[in-house]
Nanobody, 115 residues
Framework: QVQLVESGGGLVQAGGSLRLSCGAS????????VAWYRQAPGKQRALVAR???????DYADSVKGRFTISRDNAKNTGYLQMNGLKPEDTGVYYC?????????WGQGTQVTVSP
Protein backbone atom coordinates (compact mmCIF):
# COMPACT_ATOMS: atom_id res chain seq x y z
CA GLN A 1 0.00 0.00 0.00
CA VAL A 2 1.35 3.40 -1.00
CA GLN A 3 1.50 6.22 1.55
CA LEU A 4 2.64 9.82 1.49
CA VAL A 5 3.89 11.40 4.68
CA GLU A 6 4.70 15.09 5.09
CA SER A 7 7.03 16.53 7.68
CA GLY A 8 8.86 19.74 8.46
CA GLY A 9 6.04 22.07 9.42
CA GLY A 10 6.12 24.25 12.49
CA LEU A 11 5.99 27.74 13.91
CA VAL A 12 8.33 30.36 12.49
CA GLN A 13 8.60 34.14 12.59
CA ALA A 14 8.01 36.21 9.49
CA GLY A 15 11.09 36.23 7.31
CA GLY A 16 12.12 32.77 8.45
CA SER A 17 12.48 29.52 6.56
CA LEU A 18 11.13 25.99 6.67
CA ARG A 19 11.73 22.92 4.56
CA LEU A 20 8.87 20.52 4.05
CA SER A 21 9.37 16.91 3.01
CA CYS A 22 6.93 14.52 1.35
CA GLY A 23 8.05 10.92 1.43
CA ALA A 24 6.39 8.10 -0.47
CA SER A 25 6.51 4.54 0.80
CA UNK A 26 5.18 1.19 -0.31
CA UNK A 27 5.44 -0.57 -3.64
CA UNK A 28 6.36 2.18 -6.08
CA UNK A 29 6.86 1.47 -9.77
CA UNK A 30 6.57 5.06 -10.97
CA UNK A 31 6.55 8.47 -9.32
CA UNK A 32 5.36 11.20 -11.62
CA UNK A 33 4.38 14.71 -10.58
CA VAL A 34 4.65 15.90 -6.99
CA ALA A 35 2.74 18.94 -5.80
CA TRP A 36 2.25 21.01 -2.67
CA TYR A 37 -1.05 22.60 -1.74
CA ARG A 38 -1.91 24.98 1.06
CA GLN A 39 -5.18 25.32 2.91
CA ALA A 40 -5.36 28.54 4.86
CA PRO A 41 -7.94 28.96 7.64
CA GLY A 42 -11.38 29.44 6.14
CA LYS A 43 -10.13 29.01 2.57
CA GLN A 44 -10.05 26.28 -0.03
CA ARG A 45 -6.98 24.21 -0.69
CA ALA A 46 -4.84 25.88 -3.35
CA LEU A 47 -1.83 24.86 -5.39
CA VAL A 48 1.49 26.22 -4.16
CA ALA A 49 3.99 24.43 -6.40
CA ARG A 50 4.31 21.43 -8.67
CA UNK A 51 7.24 19.52 -10.14
CA UNK A 52 6.97 17.07 -13.00
CA UNK A 53 8.81 13.80 -13.36
CA UNK A 54 11.22 15.60 -15.66
CA UNK A 55 11.87 18.40 -13.20
CA UNK A 56 9.71 21.15 -14.70
CA UNK A 57 8.24 23.40 -12.04
CA ASP A 58 5.22 25.67 -11.58
CA TYR A 59 4.54 28.06 -8.73
CA ALA A 60 1.66 30.12 -7.46
CA ASP A 61 2.36 33.80 -8.08
CA SER A 62 2.30 34.48 -4.34
CA VAL A 63 5.33 32.25 -3.67
CA LYS A 64 7.48 32.82 -6.76
CA GLY A 65 11.00 33.80 -5.79
CA ARG A 66 10.53 32.61 -2.20
CA PHE A 67 9.65 28.92 -2.43
CA THR A 68 11.52 26.17 -4.27
CA ILE A 69 10.13 22.74 -5.03
CA SER A 70 12.48 19.83 -5.67
CA ARG A 71 12.54 16.07 -5.65
CA ASP A 72 14.88 13.17 -4.99
CA ASN A 73 13.72 10.29 -7.14
CA ALA A 74 16.10 7.84 -5.49
CA LYS A 75 14.39 8.52 -2.17
CA ASN A 76 10.86 8.90 -3.58
CA THR A 77 10.70 12.22 -1.76
CA GLY A 78 9.61 15.71 -2.67
CA TYR A 79 10.62 18.90 -0.90
CA LEU A 80 9.39 22.44 -0.53
CA GLN A 81 11.97 24.97 0.61
CA MET A 82 10.17 28.03 1.94
CA ASN A 83 12.17 31.22 2.49
CA GLY A 84 11.00 34.69 3.36
CA LEU A 85 7.89 33.35 5.01
CA LYS A 86 4.96 35.70 5.56
CA PRO A 87 1.98 35.45 7.91
CA GLU A 88 -0.23 34.84 4.87
CA ASP A 89 1.72 31.62 4.20
CA THR A 90 0.10 30.15 7.31
CA GLY A 91 -1.95 27.02 6.71
CA VAL A 92 -1.92 23.27 6.42
CA TYR A 93 0.40 22.12 3.65
CA TYR A 94 -0.51 18.95 1.80
CA CYS A 95 1.52 17.11 -0.77
CA UNK A 96 0.13 14.93 -3.50
CA UNK A 97 1.80 12.70 -6.00
CA UNK A 98 0.98 10.54 -8.98
CA UNK A 99 2.30 7.12 -8.01
CA UNK A 100 1.74 4.04 -10.13
CA UNK A 101 -0.76 6.14 -12.13
CA UNK A 102 -2.86 6.90 -9.04
CA UNK A 103 -3.19 10.15 -7.11
CA UNK A 104 -2.24 10.07 -3.44
CA TRP A 105 -2.45 12.75 -0.74
CA GLY A 106 -0.54 13.12 2.45
CA GLN A 107 -2.12 13.94 5.81
CA GLY A 108 -0.86 17.52 5.89
CA THR A 109 1.57 19.45 8.03
CA GLN A 110 0.82 22.74 9.81
CA VAL A 111 2.85 25.83 9.02
CA THR A 112 2.29 28.89 11.18
CA VAL A 113 4.07 32.17 10.49
CA SER A 114 3.91 34.78 13.22
CA PRO A 115 4.21 38.50 12.45
Amino acid sequence: QVQLVESGGGLVQAGGSLRLSCGASGTIFSLNSVAWYRQAPGKQRALVARISSGGSTDYADSVKGRFTISRDNAKNTGYLQMNGLKPEDTGVYYCNAIINANLYWGQGTQVTVSP
